[in-house]
């Protein structure tokens, strides 16, 4: 089965300092993803999904908690110490639509694209790049 942000930690399987974590991320990915599947299956309306979680993905990954609506900061542990990285976080999450639509997810749930932020946070912090000043240890 495809499993979130496969793109990203197959590759990293292959390199040898990496394996360990990218193991375990992959364990990760598929376990949440499958949870996801069972409670969130997908609409068939491919045009609008895509422009509804486009939107949520913009208004959930916003740095700082928004007035209204869900937040990433609700799903990401230490949300605010990886926020100055939203723009990439935001970017590995909409990069995954597709792949979680044709899992069956529905992209358009709250949920769904929380734990996509989740998931995209501890690929990136893992097997990513660093670009914060926070984070200032360049590749791990």
Same mark, same amino acid.
Request: glycine share 10%.
């Given at each position: 089965?495809?499993?979130? =942000? @496969?793109?990203? +930690? ?12 990218? /193991?375990?991320?992959? &364990? ?12 969130? &299956? ?9 422009? =509804? ?7 959930? $990954?916003? @740095? =700082? ?7 990433? $900061?609700?799903? +990401?542990?230490?949300?605010?110490? +990886?926020?100055?990285?939203? &723009? ?10 597709? *792949?979680?639509?044709?899992? &069956? ?8 694209? $929380?734990?996509? =932020?989740?998931?995209? +946070? @501890?690929?990136?912090? /893992?097997?990513?790049?660093? *670009? $914060? ?8």
């Amino acid at each position: 089965m495809s499993y979130l =942000f @496969q793109g990203a +930690v197959e590759p990293a399987i292959e390199v040898e300092l990496m394996r360990g974590n990218a /193991t375990y991320l992959k &364990g990760l990915c598929e376990k949440k993803t499958r949870a996801l599947v069972a409670a969130h &299956g997908r609409d068939f309306n491919a045009h609008d999904d895509y422009e =509804f979680a486009n939107n949520l993905i913009r208004s959930m $990954g916003a @740095q =700082f908690k928004p007035k209204a609506g869900g937040w990433a $900061g609700e799903y +990401v542990n230490n949300w605010r110490m +990886v926020s100055s990285n939203a &723009g990439i976080v935001r970017g590995m999450v909409a990069a995954e639509l597709h *792949t979680a639509y044709k899992i &069956g997810l529905d992209i358009r749930s709250e949920e769904v694209i $929380g734990e996509m =932020f989740d998931l995209a +946070v @501890q690929v990136w912090s /893992t097997i990513g790049e660093y *670009t $914060g000043p926070s984070q200032n240890e360049g590749r791990r």
